[in-house]
């Protein structure tokens, strides 16, 4: 692999490696010296065109316990805040030597063409592009499932598991990588979520989709469910066209205390962050024992440690 761009297109053998190596990582972080001299003299760049602190501060993290020079290059207060763009951003940071970018943009489709532009010689990973796909947070969801729910996990997928996803589907890059990701390593994913906020074509995708959240435990045996963020800062009206009331949405959509009960007693709750606790999630399920959601954060630095090695420790590292 050059890049880490998406999980569309990741085959089965690539995706179970990266989580095979995830466990690597998270194994040395259970050591008293949590830091690796894997990438010494390597430079790693995060470009963050969005905010997120959470990400950011997640691949900072995975960099520096392989022994990588970290940038943090935020678009506020920089250059970029002036106009400048993308590609002469890219140049300036080749002639800084970096070796990887991560980069995170409203816009999709910019980390492919920062890939593919001959902008930068070094890797690109994807760290959220707009509404397109965000691969390492779903590769830490399938890394914490795999742990939880799969016996015996290394070398193995996520075969015969079945994963529900609820609420803003039409917003979540999340959601399009880990549908991905999920059905290539052998799961079943069901899209709960009202019309309003299912994406043009949904019915083209790899996925069943049912509107009500009650109905989706009632039909489908879940081995997890993922509650996704209202992103109510990309809708029009904050929300106003896409459901009646936040009581409405809660109503239907929320995983409360009933509903949590409901599932089967393996069931795991997950959660991409942040988190709207009293709307999408309340408080009971996601702090209740079935709750993996603290998991999810601390898994993402090994994932984001192996997609770092696999992508610049080259030949080595395969």
């Given at each position: 692999?050059?890049?880490?761009?998406?999980?569309?297109?990741?085959?089965?053998?690539?995706?179970?490696?990266?989580?095979?190596?995830?466990?690597?990582?998270?194994?040395?972080?259970?050591?008293?010296?949590?830091?690796?001299?894997?990438?010494?003299?390597?430079?790693?760049?995060?470009?963050f065109f969005e905010d997120s602190t959470r990400t950011r501060i997640s691949f900072e993290a995975a960099a520096k316990r392989l022994s990588a020079d970290v940038i943090n290059f935020s678009a506020k207060g920089s250059s970029v805040s002036k106009g400048e763009s993308l590609k002469d951003t890219a140049l300036t940071l080749q002639a800084m030597g970096?070796?990887?970018?991560?980069?995170?943009?409203?816009?999709?489709?910019?980390?492919?063409?920062?890939?593919?532009?001959?902008?930068?010689?070094?890797?690109?990973?994807?760290?959220?592009?707009?509404?397109?796909?965000?691969?390492?947070?779903?590769?830490?969801?399938?890394?914490?499932?795999?742990?939880?729910?799969?016996?015996?996990?290394?070398?193995?997928?996520?075969?015969?598991?079945?994963?529900?996803?609820?609420?803003?589907?039409?917003?979540?890059?999340?959601?399009?990588?880990?549908?991905?990701?999920?059905?290539?390593?052998?799961?079943?994913?069901?899209?709960?979520?009202?019309?309003?906020?299912?994406?043009?074509?949904?019915?083209?995708?790899?996925?069943?989709?049912?509107?009500?959240?009650?109905?989706?435990?009632?039909?489908?045996?879940?081995?997890?469910?993922?509650?996704?963020?209202?992103?109510?800062?990309?809708?029009?009206?904050?929300?106003?066209?896409?459901?009646?009331?936040?009581?409405?949405?809660?109503?239907?959509?929320?995983?409360?205390?009933?509903?949590?009960?409901?599932?089967?007693?393996?069931?795991?709750?997950?959660?991409?962050?942040?988190?709207?606790?009293?709307?999408?999630?309340?408080?009971?399920?996601?702090?209740?024992?079935?709750?993996?959601?603290?998991?999810?954060?601390?898994?993402?630095?090994?994932?984001?440690?192996?997609?770092?090695?696999?992508?610049?420790?080259?030949?080595?590292?395969?």
């Amino acid at each position: 692999m050059k890049h880490l761009l998406g999980t569309d297109g990741m085959s089965r053998e690539d995706a179970v490696l990266l989580l095979d190596t995830a466990a690597q990582m998270a194994a040395t972080q259970e050591r008293e010296v949590r830091k690796l001299p894997t990438l010494r003299g390597k430079t790693v760049v995060n470009l963050f065109f969005e905010d997120s602190t959470r990400t950011r501060i997640s691949f900072e993290a995975a960099a520096k316990r392989l022994s990588a020079d970290v940038i943090n290059f935020s678009a506020k207060g920089s250059s970029v805040s002036k106009g400048e763009s993308l590609k002469d951003t890219a140049l300036t940071l080749q002639a800084m030597g970096a070796d990887a970018v991560v980069i995170r943009h409203s816009a999709s489709g910019a980390a492919y063409q920062l890939a593919h532009s001959g902008w930068l010689r070094g890797s690109v990973l994807n760290a959220g592009d707009g509404t397109h796909q965000h691969p390492t947070q779903a590769l830490l969801d399938a890394f914490t499932a795999r742990r939880r729910l799969v016996d015996d996990p290394e070398g193995k997928g996520l075969d015969g598991l079945t994963l529900a996803i609820v609420g803003d589907v039409l917003h979540s890059r999340v959601v399009r990588s880990n549908v991905s990701l999920w059905t290539t390593l052998g799961a079943k994913v069901v899209l709960v979520a009202p019309p309003t906020l299912l994406p043009v074509g949904v019915s083209t995708w790899p996925v069943e989709v049912v509107h009500r959240l009650d109905h989706a435990i009632d039909r489908f045996d879940l081995d997890a469910v993922m509650m996704l963020r209202v992103q109510r800062e990309r809708m029009t009206g904050g929300g106003d066209a896409f459901f009646p009331s936040p009581e409405e949405y809660t109503r239907l959509y929320g995983l409360d205390r009933s509903r949590m009960d409901r599932l089967p007693s393996h069931a795991i709750v997950m959660h991409p962050g942040p988190m709207n606790r009293g709307l999408e999630i309340a408080a009971e399920a996601a702090d209740s024992d079935r709750s993996v959601i603290v998991e999810q954060v601390a898994n993402g630095v090994a994932v984001r440690m192996a997609a770092l090695y696999l992508l610049l420790a080259g030949e080595e590292a395969a």
